[in-house]
């Protein structure tokens, strides 16, 4: 199981590494490991609130599908390496992942 580290991303200090299989998303990774991403839909895509920063390792992530493009023009519109973790699956090979988030 890889490790990947969050960064708070006001302060740029670490916050948690957390563990994760790939096929999880990084929205469920941080609820398993305590470190819940904000949210009002719980993970389904809806609300737009679990954006993350991808800090490093974005060219291994899942490109950007249409419905997560419209929800980061609304919730996160002048953070260009902004996703959504509940959109964002953790690939095989992905070696290292560190994010920000609030």
């Known amino acids: 199981m890889r490790h990947y580290l ?18 999880m998303t990084v929205y469920e990774a941080c609820e398993r490991a305590g470190q819940p991403l904000p949210t009002t839909c ?33 919730q996160a519109p002048d953070r260009p390496r902004a996703r959504l973790g509940c959109r964002i699956t953790l690939p095989e090979g992905l070696e290292r992942l560190v994010l920000g988030v609030s």
């Open 6 to 23: 969050l960064l708070d991303r006001a302060t740029g200090e670490r916050r948690a590494w957390v563990a994760a299989p790939p096929g």
């Open 42 to 74: 719980r993970g389904s895509t809806i609300c737009g609130l679990c954006h993350v920063d991808v800090l490093e390792g974005g060219a291994s992530l899942p490109p950007v599908q249409a419905d997560e493009a419209e929800l980061l023009a609304r």
